[in-house]
Structure formats: C-alpha cells, structure tokens
C-alpha cells in the first residue's frame, strides 16, 4: 500500500509538471505591477533627493564664489583681505566721510600707531580695496579713498559689526574660560566695562 501510493504521487507530480503557485484574486500580474509602482515611486524619491542636493550644492558653490572645494574657494580671498586686525577698520573709517588724510585716520581710529597704519594702508592698495592719491602742493598732500571693491565691502564689515555686538560678549567669556590657568591674556577686554567699550 505504501509503495502504491508513493507511485500515485510520483505520477501525479509528473502531470502538473510540478506544484503551481497559487494564483492571486487580483489577477496574475498584480504582484509585478505592485513591484513596478514600488521601483517607479523610489525613482521619483531619488530623483527628487538628487534635485534637492543639487539645489543645496549649487547654493552651497555660489556662496563659496563659484569652487566645489572650500580651500580653494574665492571667498577665501575676502577672509585673507581682511585677517589683519587693522584692515577692514581703515576700511570702515574711510567708508564714513570718504577720503581722509593719513593723520586724520590716525584721530579717527585712535589706538593705532603711524607706522601700523601705513602698513594697513600700503596693504589694502596693494588689494586693490584703497586708492592713493598725491596731490601737487607745497607742502605736497596725500590722501585714501575706496576703490569700488573696498566700497562694497561695507556691506559685509557692517554685517560683521552687528554680530559682534551680540556675540561679542559671548565670544570673549568663552576666551576666558579657556586660558589656562596662571597665564594671563595677552589681548582683549577683561571687566564688564572694557566690553562695554565700543570702536
């Protein structure tokens, strides 16, 4: 009996040609076109990522003057220009009243000796930022002026200036925290008052 019925099934699997899959109440091809709508849907998904990166980098590459890699970016050149200290001051005291003698920035800034301003002034000529120009008198007058890259750079100087007077404060006591301990700053106000100071 066993072995005639091993042979019944052994037969049977023969005619189908083996089991079939079940067939689905929606149809035959429900299943592929579920996986189609799936694979169409994660597309558009990537798609619309890849469009939002490619918007976020565009912007991200203007910001940084037009280079994909922050090194070599040219905004770089505006934060070299204005690394020293004194430059984008001189800067910002000839964008005041327009050209000014040397002696007259030297009151106007205060703090700053003849030498160092002449060095800020030679510097920001050589970037193209300021303008010299001598006058044919006796005794012979020199004065500063901007050139149209050192005017527009008032804009961000100004920005620059309104963040310093909010974060200033915060900036400086973070500074202080971190001195190491029995070495005394070398810069920078200590006392609520010296912080008050304005330029």
Not at 44 to 67: F, K, M, P
Not at 81 to 104: I, Q
Request: hydrophobic content about 35%; charged content about 30%; overall charge negative.
């Amino acid at each position: 009996m066993r072995e005639r019925g091993a042979a019944e099934r052994a037969h049977g699997a023969g005619e189908s040609g083996g089991r079939e899959a079940p067939h689905s109440p929606h149809g035959p091809d429900a299943a592929d076109t579920a996986d189609t709508a799936d694979a169409a849907n994660t597309a558009d998904t990537a798609d619309t990522a890849d469009t939002a990166d490619t918007a976020d980098t565009a912007d991200t590459v203007e910001d940084l003057g037009g280079d994909h890699f922050a090194a070599d970016c040219r905004a770089r050149v505006a934060f070299e220009v204005l690394a020293n200290r004194w430059d984008s001051v001189v800067v910002f005291v000839l964008g005041e009243d327009g050209p000014r003698r040397p002696r007259a920035l030297l009151d106007r800034i205060g703090g700053i000796s003849p030498k160092v301003l002449n060095e800020a002034l030679r510097r920001l000529e050589r970037n193209g930022l300021v303008e010299r120009r001598r006058y044919a008198e006796a005794p012979p007058r020199v004065d500063y002026r901007l050139t149209e890259a050192g005017t527009a750079l008032l804009t961000p100087i100004r920005a620059l200036g309104a963040w310093a007077a909010t974060y200033a404060d915060a900036v400086l006591e973070a500074q202080d925290r971190h001195v190491r301990p029995g070495t005394a700053r070398t810069s920078g106000p200590r006392t609520a008052e010296d912080r008050s100071t304005r330029c």
